[in-house]
């Protein structure tokens, strides 16, 4: 309890004290629930403030740190004279949560009483305080200086604590406020914490308590803090401004995905994998209404029919072996949020039945359970299948697609759209660079020709491992063509290689050609290739011309090409060098 050994007389009622200070007198209201005021005075030691609101006229600085500042409205409790107190007299740490922490808030009509807090919280405990002395300045502090902490006294002159709280509570639904009344009523206290109070304390306060509240309440809303910019951090990443591409159809695709975003109507979203469905199906989410409550993923491909239906509407303890307790599904934990049914295409026929009833009527029963549960979800479906060819087959009910593809968006391939290769590859180049801590930022002409070559059958999830690979692999500041993996270069090659036979081809087609050269000629021209192209690997360049490696050696002899241990020394020029004795 807080409790003080000064004189009698320093205990005065706050008009008393403003009487001594020279400033204006308040205007007294008895409480409502009794009607009685205890005047403030010092029982057994203990000091009970004043049991009623005081209206107090408007100061030109209504928030104050009166003790940081030596300046107080009771002439009897300033920065020097500070009446000494026995409950935790002992300074404490500083209990910071952050390195700049923002203030705590106390609001209370009497300065006395508001003093005292702030003692405690500022000088014995050393967080940050200011104080508001009215309803309305509170809530201008509150808005303005972003308080951490309240607390606020209950009984107030111009507005009631629990109205302030209300107030306070839509603008900031995480910020703890701690009630605090001269009344010890249980309906008072219970309509507070239903209010959305954190806590409620009793004068005469008992400031160990005081302390271990304002402990856990800044840790939480800490925490709260860290998750609100964690989510704005994931907001801003699946932000449709962020989504790369240069392409057309792409256009026509963010069209449809802004429009679709503006409402809660349900989404299929149809496309190969690795198009970026879960990275559209999460733009509509945070880009949407619904943005600040939960996004919730399940892929139906990927968990077993049995079990399916008990992720999805959870189950009731006793349901099936093994179900120990009652599980929330994702339907239930998606409420007021986005359900994306990754790979809908997949689910089982029997499921689809269940499912199309929980999205038309927004309502289902858990695995064993007879109780109807209502949810407000978003669904957005995703699947790489084809869905008509699905319904022909029977393996897709079709009451079920016409409700899930009421706004369908297509994704195109990225083999569609190869404007979009490149900027994708430098953007994931970036990022993994920056994730390795290297300083990695070209890509050789040759990679970047061999990357519009390809096809990209795994599509945007492809290039991105390709880049992460080629990132880790990179010996300095550019990806080289050697860097990427072997079917992109294998692919880069054969296509060069039909190039060269088309261009072949032509040559000695006598209708294009009408020069005839020796066939020595030609043989000599095809070695002298063979060997450029392989950098002067005898065995390689045996291979490629589907010769043994002993007619090589004697074409070398023949066309007197120098090697040195097994391969053919070629000029700054590439070309096979001449010499007069070949090695064997």
Same mark, same amino acid.
């Given at each position: 309890?807080?409790?003080?050994?000064t004189?009698?007389?320093?205990?005065?009622?706050?008009?008393?004290?403003?009487?001594?200070? +020279?400033?204006?007198?308040? %205007?007294?209201?008895?409480?409502p629930?009794?009607?009685?005021a205890?005047n403030g005075?010092?029982?057994n030691?203990?000091?009970?403030?004043?049991?009623? %609101?005081?209206?107090s006229p408007?100061a *030109?600085?209504?928030l104050?740190?009166?003790?940081?500042?030596?300046?107080?409205?009771?002439? &009897?409790?300033s920065?020097?004279s500070l009446?000494?107190?026995?409950? +935790?007299?002992?300074?404490?740490?500083?209990?910071?949560? @952050?390195?700049?922490?923002a203030?705590?808030?106390?609001?209370?009509?009497?300065p006395?009483?508001?003093?005292?807090?702030?003692?405690?919280?500022?000088?014995?405990? *050393?967080?940050?305080?200011?104080?508001?002395?009215?309803?309305?300045?509170?809530?201008?502090?509150?808005?303005?200086?972003?308080?951490?902490?309240?607390? #606020? *006294?209950?009984?107030?002159?111009?507005?009631? !604590?629990?109205?302030?709280l209300?107030?306070?509570r839509?603008?900031?639904?995480?910020?703890?406020?701690v009630?605090?009344?001269?009344?010890?009523?249980?309906?008072v206290?219970?309509?507070a914490?239903?209010?959305?109070?954190?806590?409620?304390?009793?004068?005469p306060?008992?400031?160990?308590?005081?302390?271990?509240?304002?402990?856990?309440?800044?840790?939480?809303?800490?925490?709260?803090?860290?998750?609100?910019?964690?989510?704005?951090?994931?907001?801003?990443r699946?932000?449709?401004? $962020?989504?790369i591409?240069a392409?057309?159809?792409?256009? %026509?695709?963010?069209?449809?995905?802004?429009?679709?975003?503006?409402?809660?109507?349900?989404?299929c979203?149809? !496309?190969?994998?690795?198009? !970026?469905?879960?990275? =559209?199906?999460?733009g509509?989410?945070?880009?949407?209404?619904?943005?600040?409550?939960?996004f919730?993923?399940?892929n139906?491909?990927?968990?077993?029919? /049995?079990?399916?239906?008990?992720?999805?509407?959870?189950?009731?303890? +006793?349901?099936?072996t093994?179900?120990?307790g009652?599980?929330?599904?994702?339907?239930?934990?998606?409420?007021?949020g986005?359900?994306? #049914?990754?790979?809908?295409g *997949?689910?089982?026929?029997?499921?689809?039945a269940?499912?199309?009833?929980?999205?038309? &009527?927004?309502?289902?029963?858990? =695995?064993?359970g007879?109780?109807?549960?209502?949810?407000?979800?978003r669904i957005?479906?995703?699947?790489?299948? @084809?869905?008509?060819?699905?319904?022909?087959?029977?393996?897709?009910?079709?009451?079920?697609?016409?409700?899930?593809s009421?706004f369908?968006?297509?994704?195109p391939?990225?083999?569609?759209?190869?404007?979009?290769?490149?900027?994708?590859? /430098?953007?994931?180049?970036?990022r993994?660079?920056?994730?390795?801590g290297?300083?990695?930022?070209?890509?050789?002409?040759?990679?970047?020709?061999?990357m519009?070559?390809y096809?990209?059958?795994?599509?945007?999830?492809?290039?991105?491992?390709?880049?992460?690979?080629?990132v880790?692999?990179?010996? $300095?500041?550019?990806?080289m063509?050697?860097?990427?993996?072997?079917?992109?270069?294998?692919?880069?090659?054969?296509? @060069?290689?039909?190039?060269?036979?088309?261009?072949?081809?032509d040559?000695?087609?006598?209708?294009?050609?009408?020069?005839v050269l020796?066939?020595?000629?030609?043989?000599?021209?095809?070695?002298?290739?063979?060997?450029?192209?392989c950098?002067?690997n005898?065995?390689?360049?045996?291979?490629k011309?589907?010769?043994?490696?002993?007619?090589?050696?004697?074409?070398?002899?023949?066309? $007197?090409?120098?090697?040195?241990n097994?391969?053919?020394v070629?000029?700054?020029a590439?070309v096979?060098?001449?010499?007069?004795?070949v090695?064997?």
């Amino acid at each position: 309890m807080i409790e003080t050994t000064t004189k009698p007389n320093a205990l005065r009622s706050a008009p008393a004290a403003k009487q001594s200070a +020279g400033l204006p007198p308040t %205007t007294e209201k008895p409480l409502p629930s009794n009607g009685k005021a205890t005047n403030g005075k010092s029982t057994n030691g203990k000091f009970f403030p004043n049991g009623r %609101t005081v209206s107090s006229p408007k100061a *030109d600085f209504p928030l104050r740190s009166p003790l940081a500042t030596g300046t107080n409205r009771n002439p &009897e409790f300033s920065s020097n004279s500070l009446p000494s107190f026995s409950a +935790g007299a002992d300074r404490k740490e500083p209990l910071t949560v @952050d390195s700049a922490p923002a203030p705590i808030l106390i609001v209370d009509d009497e300065p006395f009483v508001a003093d005292l807090i702030y003692h405690w919280v500022n000088s014995v405990w *050393d967080y940050p305080a200011i104080i508001a002395h009215d309803g309305e300045s509170a809530i201008i502090a509150m808005r303005e200086q972003h308080p951490r902490m309240v607390l #606020l *006294d209950i009984q107030m002159p111009d507005m009631n !604590g629990i109205d302030v709280l209300r107030a306070m509570r839509s603008a900031d639904e995480f910020l703890p406020i701690v009630m605090v009344s001269a009344q010890e009523s249980i309906t008072v206290a219970v309509e507070a914490l239903k209010a959305g109070a954190y806590d409620y304390l009793t004068k005469p306060i008992d400031t160990e308590r005081l302390q271990v509240i304002i402990r856990n309440a800044l840790t939480t809303y800490s925490f709260h803090e860290q998750m609100r910019a964690l989510r704005a951090e994931l907001n801003n990443r699946y932000d449709f401004s $962020n989504i790369i591409s240069a392409d057309p159809h792409m256009h %026509t695709v963010f069209k449809l995905m802004r429009k679709a975003a503006e409402s809660d109507i349900t989404v299929c979203i149809l !496309g190969e994998s690795g198009t !970026g469905k879960e990275l =559209v199906a999460r733009g509509l989410h945070v880009n949407g209404p619904r943005r600040d409550k939960p996004f919730q993923v399940i892929n139906c491909a990927a968990i077993p029919h /049995e079990l399916l239906e008990s992720e999805l509407f959870g189950h009731e303890r +006793g349901s099936f072996t093994g179900a120990i307790g009652r599980k929330i599904g994702k339907f239930e934990a998606a409420n007021g949020g986005t359900l994306f #049914l990754d790979e809908i295409g *997949d689910m089982d026929l029997t499921l689809q039945a269940k499912l199309l009833r929980a999205i038309q &009527e927004r309502e289902f029963e858990r =695995v064993g359970g007879t109780e109807s549960v209502r949810v407000d979800v978003r669904i957005v479906c995703a699947t790489n299948s @084809d869905l008509h060819e699905a319904i022909l087959a029977k393996r897709f009910r079709e009451d079920l697609y016409y409700r899930i593809s009421a706004f369908p968006i297509m994704l195109p391939p990225l083999r569609s759209r190869r404007g979009d290769i490149l900027l994708l590859a /430098e953007a994931f180049l970036k990022r993994f660079s920056t994730r390795q801590g290297k300083q990695v930022t070209t890509i050789s002409k040759p990679a970047m020709d061999a990357m519009l070559a390809y096809s990209w059958p795994g599509n945007i999830r492809e290039i991105e491992s390709m880049v992460e690979r080629a990132v880790l692999l990179s010996e $300095n500041d550019t990806v080289m063509l050697h860097d990427l993996p072997l079917p992109i270069r294998q692919f880069y090659e054969a296509q @060069d290689e039909g190039e060269a036979r088309e261009s072949m081809k032509d040559f000695f087609d006598p209708l294009k050609n009408k020069i005839v050269l020796p066939i020595e000629e030609i043989k000599r021209y095809a070695v002298y290739h063979a060997l450029h192209a392989c950098n002067g690997n005898i065995s390689e360049a045996s291979l490629k011309l589907d010769i043994s490696r002993s007619t090589m050696y004697r074409f070398l002899e023949m066309y $007197n090409i120098h090697t040195q241990n097994g391969v053919a020394v070629l000029n700054e020029a590439g070309v096979p060098q001449p010499s007069i004795e070949v090695e064997a």
